[in-house]
């Protein structure tokens, strides 16, 4: 079964990082570009960050930039999301999705071919 799974997800003070995993199995990642998405308490799930196929292009929403870095291992399979200064506003439920861009070597996602099943970020001292 093709499968899309976060880990890494946890408890953290403010100003501290976490790095989140997002593993596929069952089909190639690197035929997908990749988005992050999350829940936060309140609000719908958004995307924040993506990255293209090959990983030539990135994207960060306003409130993540110059804090979290995106990146991916195709010969892994694996994208990663790098989380740091978190701050109690990023509290919510991180999620991967694989999907297919919007145009050539674009990471915005139009389609979004496997989910994983998110993970608690909390954020609070």
């Known amino acids: 079964q093709s499968q899309l799974v976060e880990s890494g997800g946890g408890l953290v003070q403010p100003g501290g990082s976490l790095r989140l995993s997002c593993a596929a199995s069952?089909?190639?990642?690197?035929?997908?570009?990749i988005g992050w998405f999350r829940e936060v308490p309140g609000k719908t799930r958004e995307m924040f960050s993506c990255?293209?196929?090959?990983?030539?292009?990135?994207n960060y929403a306003g409130p993540v930039k110059g804090r979290f870095t995106i990146s991916r291992d195709n010969a892994k399979n694996t994208a990663y999301l790098q989380m740091n200064d978190l701050k109690p506003e990023d509290t919510g439920i991180y999620y991967c999705?694989?999907?297919?861009?919007?145009?050539?070597?674009?990471?915005?996602?139009?389609?979004?071919?496997?989910w994983g099943q998110g993970t608690q970020v909390t954020v609070s001292s």
């Open positions: 990255i293209s196929s090959n990983g030539g292009r990135t």
């Open positions: 999705a694989a999907g297919i861009p919007y145009s050539d070597d674009a990471c915005e996602l139009y389609q979004y071919n496997y």
């Open positions: 069952g089909f190639t990642l690197a035929t997908y570009a």
